[in-house]
């Protein structure tokens, strides 16, 4: 009995072994006690990667007050400091956008004109490498997490499939950087909490999760940017980001002792969606980050509702269900606005360097910009920071409003 418990323990060890690959070379920090610091920066901003798609196909004028106003400059007025802007890979355009427009507003030309465009207003960028096509519908993408279509001949060789993401990295970076468009933060991949870059095949097909590989090809991207970072004498610094907290210890000891490299931990929160785990606050949460890891911790994304409904064929998503006990229900842009207000001061005085919103430019279109399966506009135009008339309203004061010492 106690020979087959032997065999059973050294099974399990060796098991464990090969999943997270336990190295010496990379022990798991023993954390420390965590006294609260406000950051010197704090972030606050919002995604913006859909402004100049929404200009261009689906007639969108984003105003103030009435007067037309360029939407980065309007954010940079209400107490913004940060843009996030993504690039995607080709194709651009497929079944997925049945010929009404291209899906490019992630392609590196198009993401440039918004960098210029936040840098005239005064933002600092982030820049998530989505490493996907935003194009490609049901039945080009058998998985969630598939890799471009240019790098499908070499998906099931991760050192190759590494070297595709360092130079289509660098090369892009490097562009922006000699155009001094240079990003204040760069993120490798876009929740990456399970499978990263994966050969086109149905997900019941696909091999068994292998943090080690994710590890490779979020490594290979970080260290195009410690490269340019060395070349160029700058010091931008990189985000990993999942979503949901319930899962961050889990998925960073996982991978750190994989050797992961990264500066930032950037989460995803939506109240209805993610939880905060066996964690009692977003205190603990940035603690447990900074004195474990030694990492810095960041908002990525979050969003809250200003109203019901909708104004466009769109079917929306995240609901009333979004909005905690003690917020004005139904919604009003006071509920967004303290919300966000709320949670961006918690954050701050727990010592995280930032809070961005996700689709605070996401308005509804009654122009076909996104077609699919679910109709034409956007899932999100009520949690936008421009009402149903692409007008600037007061939800998005709530960055004004966090007191920093």
């Known amino acids: 009995m106690f020979a087959k418990y032997r065999i059973i323990q050294i099974i399990g060890l060796l098991t ?5 690959g336990c190295s010496m070379e990379n022990p798991i920090p023993t954390p420390t006690t965590y006294i609260p610091k406000p950051s010197d920066v704090f972030y606050k901003g919002t995604y913006m990667a859909y402004v100049a798609h929404q200009e261009t196909y689906g007639g969108v004028v984003f105003k103030e ?5 360029d939407a980065f400059k309007s954010i940079a007025d209400h107490g913004g400091n940060i843009a996030r802007l993504r690039i995607d890979n080709p194709p651009y355009k497929s079944s997925y956008t049945n010929g009404y427009a291209d899906v490019d507003f992630g392609s590196p030309e198009k993401v440039k004109i918004q960098m210029q465009r936040a840098k005239n207003a005064g933002l600092k960028t982030l820049l998530t490498f989505g490493y996907q096509s935003m194009a490609l519908d049901d039945a080009q993408r058998l998985n969630s997490y598939v890799a ?33 468009l240079t990003p204040e933060i760069v993120s490798i991949g876009n929740e990456t909490n399970e499978r990263f870059l994966e050969p086109n095949m149905k997900e019941s097909d696909l091999p068994a999760y292998s943090v080690v590989r994710t590890v490779k090809l979020l490594n290979a991207g970080t260290k195009a940017v410690r490269d340019l970072n060395k070349k160029y004498g700058l010091n931008i610094k990189i985000a990993c980001h999942i979503f ?8 960073l000891k996982s ?16 109240h209805a969606w993610h939880s905060l785990g066996d964690f009692k606050n977003w205190t603990d949460v940035v603690g447990y980050v900074k004195t474990t890891y030694n990492k810095e ?11 019901t409904g909708g104004n466009d064929a769109h079917v929306d998503i995240l609901g009333v269900e979004n909005i905690p006990a003690g917020y004005v229900n139904p919604p009003t842009t006071n509920t967004q606005k303290k919300y966000m207000r709320d949670f961006g001061q918690e954050l701050y005085d727990a010592g995280g360097i930032g809070i961005i919103y996700w689709g605070g430019e996401w308005v509804g279109s009654k122009t076909l910009i996104f077609p699919d399966q679910y109709g034409a506009g956007s899932s999100w135009e009520n949690k936008a920071f421009w009402d149903f008339n692409y007008n600037l309203h007061d939800g998005v004061n709530w960055m004004n409003e966090i007191v920093q010492k």
């Open 16 to 20: 464990l072994f090969f999943q997270f």
């Open 65 to 69: 007050n009435g007067v037309p106003k």
């Open 148 to 180: 471009p279509l240019a790098w499908q001949s070499v998906a099931n060789d991760v050192e190759k499939l590494k070297d595709s993401v360092y130079k289509h990295t660098t090369k892009v970076l490097e562009d922006y950087i000699k155009s001094g």
């Open 244 to 251: 949901d907290a319930a899962s961050l210890k889990f998925w």
């Open 255 to 270: 991978h750190v002792r994989n050797g992961l490299d990264f500066d930032i931990m950037a989460l995803s929160h939506y």
């Open 297 to 307: 911790f960041l908002i990525m994304e979050t969003a809250q509702l200003f109203r």
